[in-house]
């Protein structure tokens, strides 16, 4: 295992258990899939309550435009 990877286990097993679920979203998102493919299997939304990003509802056109390549307004 090359020491990048030895320090992130490390860093990892030091993360508080309410700061684990949002880090592993961001690394499901840039882990490619088990079966070889580019992409994770579950869709964006899976994990988004715990991003720390407020409230859905209340960003909702915000999330919409950005995923539909719009210009904020």
Do not use: C
């Amino acid at each position: 295992m090359s020491t990048l990877r030895d320090e992130l286990h490390s860093l990892i097993d030091r993360l508080p258990e309410s700061h684990v679920a949002p880090i592993l979203a961001l690394v499901r998102e840039s882990a490619p899939a088990e079966s070889g493919g580019d992409e994770w299997p579950l869709p964006d939304f899976v994990g988004a309550l715990a991003s720390g990003k407020g409230d859905l509802a209340a960003r909702s056109a915000e999330i919409l435009r950005a995923e539909l390549g719009r210009d904020p307004e």
